[in-house]
């Protein structure tokens, strides 16, 4: 199995790399990156681009690994009891499957994405260590071991919120998607918009990156506030001209309220422009 | 060949392990790459680095190590890496060697070239810059360059004529870096996950529910209060050079204030003696007295100074030092009286460690403090907090 890209993923040669190395030494892959640099979208998306399924874990601060495994529904089983129902004598009607038991008994490989691994307790990582080394665990309550019968391939993705344990990262491959360049952000633009205008796009990716050049933004845009805001520019049917300006930096660019999504940063960048404004007149 | 590779990341201080080194090995025996440097830089790096703070390191010692490579004489006869090795081919034509002989020969250039590499590190520029294309270096004049040692590297041979570990291109991501709008929220964090340690227990009823269910008999789960408890007293130098910085180090802590349980800043003015200040504009008027915070904040708080610690040695060790007023006491009573105080008592000093055995008020200042006097990069406020927190 080998990951080549696809025609709605723009994959940098070292992440495909990465990618690969993950697949055939089947160790999980660690994915950070700014956010929306698309960390969710490649597990998508080489999962589709292999032809396999995809099983999506997604972690919250309450998360605990055992979830991923099985959890057993006691109170249900209490419930049952006081109501007679004949459920009640097999455990195995009260044992909830987790993503990883599925991703272990698919009779095919899959691609198991646990997402934002640095949501939960720092504890986490640890806790799944040996899953996800041996692909194998034990349920107690019925006193039966599950075991990969293919090991899935794993992706996991940070946003760095927590540091990870440096047993869990051993482990792993690692890859940093950087923010994307100007000539990747088109390819990646171009996926999106196969049919937006050459002109268009050169303006429209100009503003952006100056955009993001706004010093002191709290939240700078990414590239799903691009491809938001491109949405909107075509709907709107806003002209490339609106976007072109001999001095960009006194205009405000059309619905900029889609690339800075905080009310601060929009102020900002406002009195920004009509500084310069001010300057230039 | 490899092992080199290996010992080379350990001295320069990257945390690889056996381990990873071994998935590495393995990862080669089964071709997860083709005979391409870049293949191997990139797989390598996937392998051996976990946390992009240290790919600049990993850049450094990559460059080292390559350049090592490729002097060695006779390279194809001993390294085990033929197989990378054997597709370096020299892409020239008959007629730019003779250029190259007209220019000095194989060896001048390398030479200038080499040196050419070492400016453009020492001047902390992008990579591509200084290659000249439009025939004004004569690298680029040739169709030569750094790299015109072609590496069979299909994909990536008309992307770029620069080594990619040459780049730097990960430098600001670098956690021994200066804090700065780039890292300050990560900076943010750490101090957030400071200002959560230690909580204290509380009942956890929704595990106690679960759990007593499950094992049929009351069982009590407790677990960490989320509220905070810690206490900040933040003592800053004031008026000087330094104060773009120590402004930073406020915004930071500030940033970070609902985390705190409380959090209070003083100024100072080069060294502590007997007044601090509220507010720096009224600082002759409105002062409040040294002794007074002694009395006032509990030694449960954890203090913080920060301040270059850059002055004459006279201002901390004599009385009258002060340079605003006859202080009576010299600073360093000042400062070890904070210390006796508080058990938690630390100094971020914004000034580059490197230099800090240079100025010999550094020093003093460092010693009065035992020791725990700490860069504000980012690794410098993890040391701090990790001390903070103990
Ligand atoms: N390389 C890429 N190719 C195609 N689309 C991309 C790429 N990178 C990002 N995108 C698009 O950007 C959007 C955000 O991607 P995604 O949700 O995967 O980001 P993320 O890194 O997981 O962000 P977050 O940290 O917020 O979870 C998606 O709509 C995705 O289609
Ligand atoms: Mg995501």
Not at chain 1, 41 to 55: C, E, I, R, T, Y
Not at chain 2, 142 to 165: L, T
Not at chain 2, 178 to 187: C, F, M, P, S, W
Not at chain 2, 188 to 202: K, T
């Amino acid at each position: 199995m080998r990951f080549n890209g696809s025609d709605e993923y723009v994959s940098t040669d070292d992440l495909t790399l990465a990618v690969n190395a993950a697949i055939q030494l089947q160790r999980p892959l660690l994915v950070k990156g700014e956010p929306g640099t698309g960390k969710t979208m490649l597990a998508v998306q080489v999962a589709k681009a292999l032809g396999v399924p995809l099983l999506e874990w997604h972690i919250k601060s309450t998360t605990k690994a055992q979830q991923g495994l099985y959890e057993y529904d006691a109170v249900s089983r209490l419930r049952d009891s006081q109501l007679g129902d004949p459920r009640v004598h097999d455990i195995h009607n009260y044992i909830v499957k987790g993503m990883l038991w599925q991703a272990f008994s698919a009779d095919s490989p899959v691609v198991l994405l646990i997402d934002e691994v640095d949501k939960a307790d720092i504890e986490f990582p640890n806790d799944l260590l040996r899953e996800l080394d041996r692909m194998e665990f034990y349920v107690y309550e019925t006193r039966e071991l599950v075991k990969a019968k293919h090991r899935p391939i794993v992706f996991i993705t940070s946003n760095n919120e927590k540091e990870l344990p440096d047993a869990f990262l051993r482990r792993c491959f690692f890859h940093y998607i950087r923010f994307p360049d100007k000539e990747t952000m088109e390819k990646i633009v171009g996926v999106h918009f196969p049919e937006l205008k050459k002109t268009l796009l050169r303006e429209a990716m100009d503003v952006f990156f100056e955009v993001r050049e706004v010093p002191g933004l709290k939240k700078k845009p990414s590239t799903s506030e691009l491809l938001d805001w491109l949405k909107l520019l075509l709907a709107e049917d806003i002209p490339t001209d609106a976007l072109r300006s001999k001095d960009r930096k006194t205009i405000i660019p059309p619905l900029h309220g889609a690339l800075l999504k905080n009310e601060q940063d929009v102020h900002l960048f406002e009195r920004l422009v009509f500084m310069t404004r001010a300057k230039g007149a | 060949m490899l092992i080199d590779f290996f010992l080379k990341l350990k001295s320069h201080k990257l945390p690889v392990s056996i381990k990873e080194y071994l998935t590495l090995l393995e990862a080669m025996g089964k071709g997860v790459i083709g005979p391409s440097v870049d293949d191997f830089y990139y797989l390598s790096r996937a392998a051996l680095v976990k946390d992009e703070a240290n790919f600049d390191k990993f850049d450094r010692a990559f460059a080292e190590f390559w350049q090592g490579v490729e002097t060695i004489p006779g390279i194809e006869a001993q390294i085990p890496l033929e197989w990378l090795l054997k597709q370096v081919e020299l892409t020239l034509t008959e007629e730019e060697k003779k250029q190259i002989e007209a220019l000095g020969g194989w060896e001048k250039l390398m030479e200038t070239l080499k040196q050419r590499l070492e400016e453009q590190k020492g001047r902390h520029q992008g990579g591509s810059k200084w290659i000249g294309t439009g025939g004004t270096s004569p690298f680029g004049a040739y169709g030569y360059n750094p790299e015109g040692i072609r590496i069979g590297q299909d994909r990536s041979r008309n992307r770029s004529a620069v080594k990619v570990w040459d780049q730097r291109e990960y430098r600001n991501l670098d956690d021994s870096v200066e804090l700065g709008t780039r890292n300050i929220k990560v900076a943010l964090r750490r101090l957030r996950r400071f200002a959560r340690e230690g909580a204290p227990d509380e009942f956890d009823l929704e595990n106690t529910i679960s759990s007593t269910a499950r094992k049929a008999y009351l069982d009590i789960h407790m677990r960490p209060e989320r509220r905070n408890t810690v206490k900040v007293l933040m003592l800053m130098d004031i008026g000087g050079t330094m104060d773009d910085h120590i402004k930073l180090a406020e915004e930071l802590f500030s940033a970070a204030k609902t985390e705190f349980k409380h959090l209070e800043f003083y100024y100072f003015h080069n060294c502590l003696y007997d007044f601090v200040w509220k507010d720096n504009r009224r600082r002759h008027s409105e002062r409040t007295r040294t002794w007074d915070l002694l009395h006032k904040y509990g030694h449960d708080y954890k203090v913080v100074f920060v301040g270059d610690a850059t002055m004459s040695p006279y201002e901390i060790l004599q009385p009258g030092g002060s340079i605003e007023y006859f202080n009576e006491e010299p600073g360093a009573v000042w400062i070890k009286r904070f210390m006796d105080v508080y058990p938690k008592c630390i100094w971020l000093n914004p000034e580059p460690e490197e230099i800090w055995g240079y100025r010999q008020s550094i020093q003093v200042l460092k010693e009065l403090m035992n020791g725990r006097m700490y860069p504000t990069t980012l690794s410098g406020l993890e040391r701090a907090m990790k001390v903070l927190a103990k």
